[in-house]
């Protein structure tokens, strides 16, 4: 069974916790694999990794060299992972997690050590537990998201929408607000 990445992002968004509404810096990864043939089926798995957060992080600057894995503080067991396959959405459990420095591309290297759960969603039995390594995927840095509470709250006005999200990212490493498919966001500035 080989997964074999075809493209990559690292998404950014703020995000509002169902607990209390505070807003908060969040990251995700998306990965698409090429098709293949998975327990006798023709397939093509998609990965997503939500929830990562950097409790000091205030921009993508901050991804920059970080690693998570099962010990650490920030226990990649806490991020929600799946990968779609078999029609199903299937539990991806992270044990460990490491992005490299953000090229000037805007791209970033991640290596990363999964064991994906394709038995309880998927019914499939010889698939119990099965390892997935990904060695130097490269990510493509998306904009910056608005939650879509704060999207229909602000209605894409910059200087609202600036003085809202101040206080959570340093928009010094962000250009102005631009309306991108399905919504608004701030694109990444490197230089």
Do not use: C
């Not at 999964?114 to 990904?134: G, K």
């Amino acid at each position: 069974m080989d997964f074999i990445p075809t493209a990559g992002h690292l998404g950014q968004l703020i995000v509002e916790t169902t607990a209390d509404n505070t807003p908060h810096l969040g990251f995700s990864i998306e990965i698409d694999f090429a098709e293949g043939e998975f327990d006798g089926e023709t397939g093509t798995p998609f990965l997503r990794i939500s929830n990562l957060r950097l409790p000091e992080g205030k921009s993508w600057r901050s991804l920059a060299n970080q690693s998570w894995d099962a010990a650490s503080p920030n226990n990649p067991a806490n991020v929600d992972a799946v990968i779609l396959l078999f029609g199903m959405p299937n539990p991806v459990e992270v044990q460990s997690l490491q992005l490299g420095e953000v090229q000037p591309d805007g791209s970033v290297p991640a290596t990363m050590n999964l064991i994906a759960d394709f038995e309880s969603e998927a019914y499939r039995d010889s698939l119990d537990a099965v390892p997935i390594a990904l060695e130097l995927v490269t990510l493509k840095l998306e904009p910056l998201r608005l939650s879509t509470r704060l999207e229909k709250q602000l209605r894409g006005e910059e200087a609202a929408t600036r003085e809202a999200v101040a206080p959570i990212v340093a928009l010094d490493d962000y250009g102005p607000l631009e309306r991108i498919p399905g919504g608004f966001g701030f694109p990444p500035k490197f230089s």
